[in-house]
């Protein structure tokens, strides 16, 4: 499924109609990954398609969705954001509903964004944001914003604009993190050697995060 605009990516967790709202003026495109759909539903909001098992939506919700819109996959060895990550391309994804109230759940879809690497993500949190570090991008942002580096996987990577500099840190995820460090310029810029790096920052930085990663996008088609 490819969409030329971002899409806004609904997960099962609870999550206030504010925040969609807010989500799809960035990103106007609609999608649910299954239990998503019925919280679209409930907030009025039909989505453009659903993606999952269907395990959790039940006959109600789906009797409301017209059919060309539902997308099974049976597979049970991958989980719905998976699935959705899988089958989506799109400028970026906001995915909403993802990092609430279970920490396997949450776990798995930081995993899942290394996974699907190719497929520019941001997952939004109460009160953060997190997304995976593609091999180069600059960020706009206060100084003093935190910026916190955690790797799911040995990497290395370079930055200017932090204010304790990564250069010197062999990344890996039982010995070497990131976490905790701060802006100290009002431009970041990262250069990774390979996938694994994911990225957490405060959730207001929304928009210089999708202003840093659309220009990473324009640079890439000249």
């Known amino acids: 499924m490819q969409y030329l605009k971002n899409v806004t990516l609904l997960g099962a967790s609870n999550v206030k109609t504010q925040d969609i709202k807010e989500c799809l003026h960035l990103a106007p495109t609609l999608v649910a990954a299954d239990g998503g759909a019925k919280i679209a539903v409930k907030m009025g909001q039909i989505p453009q398609k659903v993606i999952g098992d269907f395990d959790s939506i039940g006959k109600k919700t789906l009797g409301k969705i017209p059919p060309a819109r539902l997308f099974k996959i049976t597979d049970q060895n991958t989980t719905d954001f998976e699935k ?33 690497a190719h497929q520019p993500c941001v997952l939004l ?68 050697d390979g996938p694994g790096l ?18 990473q996008s324009t640079v890439r088609e000249k």
């Open 84 to 116: 959705c990550l899988a089958h989506i391309s799109a400028p970026m994804i906001l995915g909403l509903g993802f990092m609430g109230r279970r920490l396997d759940h949450q776990l798995s879809a930081l995993n899942a964004l290394v996974k699907f």
């Open 125 to 192: 949190g109460k009160r953060d944001l997190v997304f995976h570090v593609p091999a180069t991008l600059t960020l706009r942002l206060a100084p003093e914003t935190r910026f916190s580096l955690f790797p799911l996987s040995q990497m290395r990577a370079t930055s200017t604009g932090l204010n304790w500099p990564i250069d010197e840190v062999h990344f890996s995820p039982n010995q070497s993190i990131g976490t905790s460090n701060l802006t100290n310029a009002d431009q970041v810029t990262l250069t990774t």
């Open 198 to 215: 994911l990225a957490i920052l405060p959730r207001k930085t929304l928009t210089k995060v999708l202003d840093g990663f659309a220009a």
